[in-house]
């Protein structure tokens, strides 16, 4: 579910900071496929159920694109 939306998001526009746990090696495929269509996107591994690391996603999101537009919660 996560990879549709990633690249539905990717297609229509928006620069994805895609999240993983345990996907290391499917998260990359992702990026490649988004930036092979002219978008933005990188990964982040983060446990989002630990606030410390929800918080590194998020700064790492807006240093790469400046802000957070969409949550997922």
């Given at each position: 579910m996560g990879r549709s939306i990633a690249l539905t998001?990717?297609?229509e526009g928006a620069n994805v900071a895609l999240n993983y746990l345990n996907?290391?090696?499917s998260a990359p495929d992702?990026?490649?496929h988004i930036e092979g269509r002219?978008?933005?996107a990188f990964t982040?591994?983060?446990d989002i159920t630990q606030r410390?690391?929800?918080k590194a996603?998020?700064?790492a999101t807006i240093e790469r694109f400046g802000q957070?537009?969409?949550e997922r919660a």
């Open positions: 998001l990717g297609r996907s290391a090696d992702i990026v490649d002219d978008g933005l982040c591994q983060a410390d690391q929800c996603l998020v700064d957070v537009d969409i």
